[in-house]
């Protein structure tokens, strides 16, 4: 009884692997005549750009590398510009936001005084000449129609405190 059970299994395998031949045979067939009905692409690809160095003409600059530049004084100070912020002051609303988030939305006089109204998310403040704004301890010196210009303290590769002259302009018709 085994061998009879043994020679149906054969039967059944070799029937079974014969129609899986029939099926690859006919996926092997569509293959080929889907290749022969795709046209073939010649097109060559441009060799890259050949790449040219640029070079840093730095001439009546300070070199920003130099030893004496990054030189630390005895004692493990950052040389010191004499320039530095006033850490004791109380900050003001406006300092707890980076510069490029705040937007002059409008201005203000009172025949005396010209005002920026400065917005940042939803809300809108009111500031003037003396008023700070951004991270860097940025001091408005000056309020036009459309645009504010702040004097911001920022640390060079040194340690030296560097002012830096930046403006905020009046965006109109923005959300």
């Known amino acids: 009884m085994n061998t009879r059970l043994l020679a149906g299994m054969l039967v059944a395998s070799s029937a079974l692997l014969s129609a899986c031949g029939d099926e690859h045979q006919e996926l092997r067939g569509w293959m080929d005549e889907q290749r022969r009905a795709m046209p073939t692409i010649k097109e060559t690809i441009p060799p890259p750009k050949r790449h040219e160095p640029f070079r840093y003409q730095n001439a009546g600059q300070s ?47 009172n025949g ?36 504010v210009v702040l004097k911001e303290l920022v640390q060079d590769a040194a340690g030296d405190w560097v002012p830096r002259d930046t403006s905020l302009r009046l965006q109109e018709g923005k959300k």
């Open 63 to 109: 070199d920003p590398f130099s030893p004496a530049k990054l030189a630390m004084k005895a004692g493990g100070e950052a040389p010191s510009s004499g320039i530095k912020p006033d850490l004791s002051r109380r900050r003001e609303a406006l300092e707890g936001f980076p510069l490029d988030s705040i937007r002059m939305v409008g201005h203000m006089t």
């Open 112 to 147: 005396k005084n010209d005002f920026a109204l400065l917005q940042v998310d939803s809300m809108v403040y009111q500031a003037r000449v003396g008023n700070y704004a951004g991270q860097n301890f940025g001091k408005i010196t000056r309020v036009t129609d459309n645009e």
